[in-house]
């Protein structure tokens, strides 16, 4: 008896295949979910808390002064400062929360089963992780955030109602200095800063 067997290595077409799929779902530079995952993640988020009538927390947090570090030092420090500012925020929540990037210095993290309270620590944690100077091309460079936090459900019920409620509180912050977190509220709500 004889046999014949072809065989074709298809490594490299998986491969290639792998990073389409990688590039459908996450942001190219910090690795972080995209939009289109951060909005699949949301729907499951949402579904969730109405099942279980339970809260959660959209932040929206920013930069503050990013573009006077593109225009001074390049675009490359500001990627180079979006990747450790991602790796940061990353290491300061929970495994259960997602964190997007959304383009530019604009991140977004869902963070299920909260309290207002509990929104409010993880906001503190985090700017103060900002608190060390981040190294550039061996320069330290000093980052600061801020951040705008909505609430499900009483600052809305859908993705859409609490991104842009979330992106307000985070303009609010930002408007009067930055380095701190907002809650969605009137215009008379306080605005935090963090304690540490």
Known sequence: ARFVMLARDITARLAAEATVRRLAHYDL???LPNRATLEERMRATLSRARRQNSGFALMFLDIDRFKQVNDT???????????QFAHRLRATVREEATLSRLGGDEFVLVLPDTTPV????????????M????VIDAHPLSCAMSIGIALYPQDGESFDAL???ADTAMYRAKSIGGNRYAFF????TPLRKPTN
Do not use: C, W, Y
């Open 29 to 31: 530079l910090t690795g």
């Open 73 to 83: 030092l390049g675009h490359r420090a500001g990627d180079q400062l979006l990747t």
């Open 118 to 129: 509990g929104a409010a620590r993880v906001a503190e944690k985090m700017i103060g992780a």
């Open 131 to 134: 608190s060390e100077a981040f």
């Open 163 to 165: 991104s842009m409620r």
């Open 185 to 188: 509220g009137p215009e008379n």
